[in-house]
């Protein structure tokens, strides 16, 4: 074996370590956001209403930490996008549901402090990461931009329940939160597809059935009540 092909298979091996690493990361956060709505929906089965459970918002919480390291790694500007705006609403829920302050303090100040640091780590050498998140070679504009419209309209549903939670003073999961996630969940299942990115695909997949049965659980309700 001469040298050249040396440094190739070395080249190769190392990108394959790479390429694991990342989409270990991709596949835990959406392991872990597949995990929440599996909490969320057998509970609601249980009571036959739409529920918004403690757990829910937690693992909502290391998921999507782990989902934006992922969206970093991989250059991607429409997955950062989403956690950047839903991070802070799932800690108000917490808030609201009088939980917050029950996690250790140690972990509090890591949900608070991650943020900070990921954005200092943004702004170093800013020009060059704003090149790669927004010129991504493996991306083409027109899809960026239809895979962060997507990425907008699955957050809003958060900033929705946000705002709705805020009104009736308590975590709720409300129908238009439900419906406002089946738009956004199809609208980056199609992203998914011409990005080849099984992480998304994944969640969404599993995350679209749900967000339906939860639908049919609060129409259901409101008609028995």
Known sequence: MDEKSGILIINFRTRIMNDTLIYGIGFLAQGLFAGRLIVQWIKSENAKKSLSPTLFWQLSILASWLLFLYGLLRNDFAIILGQVITYFIYIRNLQLKGNWKKLPLLSR????????????YMAI????KILLLFYNQDIPFWLLIWGSLGQLIFTFRFIYQWIYSEREGESILPLGFWVISLIGAIMI?????????????????????????????????????
């Open 189 to 225: 299942l199609s992203y998914a597809v011409y990005r080849k990115d099984p992480v998304l695909l994944m969640g969404q997949g599993l995350g679209t059935i749900i967000y339906i049965r939860n639908i049919i659980l609060i129409k259901k309700s409101k008609i028995l009540s």
């Open 109 to 120: 100040v890591f949900c608070l402090l991650s943020p900070i640091i990921a954005f200092t």
């Open 125 to 128: 050498n800013y020009e060059s």
